[in-house]
């Protein structure tokens, strides 16, 4: 089945290697000069152009001078459940650096904002707040090359989620025909597994993958490994007081744990312009408890130090109205719209600041 977003025939553009087997495609035209540049990282399972609502990104950015970029990563596709967040940020900067260097060939000096989907967001938080370059090298994945990180003049995060809230979300509800007990009782001894596996894996300096029979029926893709230190990260069973590296999105989140991510990124020097969070009203995989509005606030208050610092961008920060998780549902032309307007107008600004 064709896409129903993508226009048949495809759109121009171009084709980039950002390092020997990793590529990024901008979507330019060559009757516009273009030197900005807006990367766009989509969430788990997500590679080159998979989330839908780029064509109209990409549709609206064609007059401009800002061109689109997609990229694919190490952990894209089927691979993300054996990824980890220093990886996917170190290549995301060996990207922005090419992109950078290339566009100021071209054009001179031009502005670079980083957009990320889903757990795309995690990303961005990842990239913003930790220590430039990252210092450590984890066992289990030896070769992994410290890149240091450029500054950006601004980061979009869409659909900031909490990959934990989304399986309790799983436990109070059920999936695929099995009963909230059901599982209940997989979870539990997933995470069993997953916490005996990680603690072998110290000594031996590899992942352990769990079964996927057993992930692929509490709602994760059943074609796709996961990893025990993954699993863990992701639904962080030790949190709110000890969260694991992916639980950034949580709501029951401290200030004192958010202080150690959105906290961190005015000290972190890594932003010129402000943060904008735009978070899907509708998202299905959003308990119902989770107050959007609210925790947009606590993000706010936290991001700013209490107005100390304006890093939040309260202009164009919005609950979408009635957005799907990726606005990739047949009812959900007017939220992608919204969404198209409420990125366009924070480039405007980043362009000017």
């Known amino acids: 089945m064709y896409s129903k977003f993508w226009p048949k025939g495809g759109l121009p553009g171009i084709l980039h290697h950002y390092t020997e087997t990793l590529v990024t495609f901008e979507y330019t035209t060559s009757t516009v000069r273009k030197p900005h540049s807006l990367l766009f990282v989509g969430g788990l399972g997500d590679g080159l152009a998979t989330t839908s609502y780029m064509a109209d990104l990409a549709h ?5 001078e800002w061109s689109l970029f997609t990229l694919n990563l190490t952990s894209s596709y089927q691979s993300w459940g054996l990824g980890h967040l220093d990886r996917d940020t170190n290549e995301i900067a060996q990207c922005l650096n090419y992109i950078k260097e290339y566009k100021t060939e071209k054009f001179g000096n031009g502005k670079i ?3 990320g989907h889903s757990t795309g967001s995690q990303c961005v938080v990842h990239y913003l707040s930790r220590p430039n370059p990252h210092t450590t090298t984890p066992s289990f994945d030896p070769t992994l090359e410290h890149i240091k990180r450029m500054v950006l003049d601004g980061a979009i995060m869409q659909a900031p989620v909490s990959d934990r809230e989304a399986i309790k979300w799983v436990l109070k509800w059920g999936i695929g025909g099995k009963s909230p007990s059901e599982v209940r009782e ?6 069993a597994l997953a916490r005996e596996g990680v603690a072998k894996d110290k000594d031996s300096g590899f992942d352990t ?9 509490m709602g994760y893709p059943p074609n796709t490994p996961i990893s025990c230190r993954r699993l863990l990260s992701l639904v962080s069973p030790d949190s709110p007081d000890s ?9 029951d989140l401290s ?3 958010l202080a150690k991510t959105f906290g961190k990124i005015k000290q972190g020097g890594l932003l010129k312009h402000k943060l904008m969070v735009l978070f899907s009203g509708a998202d299905q995989s959003v308990p119902d408890w989770v107050d959007k509005e609210q925790l947009l606030e606590k993000w706010r208050k936290v991001t700013d130090r209490d107005g100390e610092v304006p890093i939040w961008d309260q202009e164009h920060s919005a609950v979408i109205p009635n957005a799907s998780h990726a606005l990739s549902n047949d009812d959900q032309a007017e939220p992608r719209k919204f969404l198209v307007e409420k990125v366009m107008g924070y480039l405007r600004g980043a362009e000017k600041a």
């Open 60 to 64: 609206a950015l064609q007059p401009t």
């Open 243 to 251: 969260p694991g590296e992916d639980d950034m999105f949580s709501s």
């Open 186 to 191: 997989i979870y539990d001894k997933v995470v």
């Open 255 to 257: 200030e004192e744990q």
């Open 113 to 115: 904002v980083l957009m």
């Open 209 to 217: 993958l769990l079964p996927i029979n057993l992930t692929g029926t």
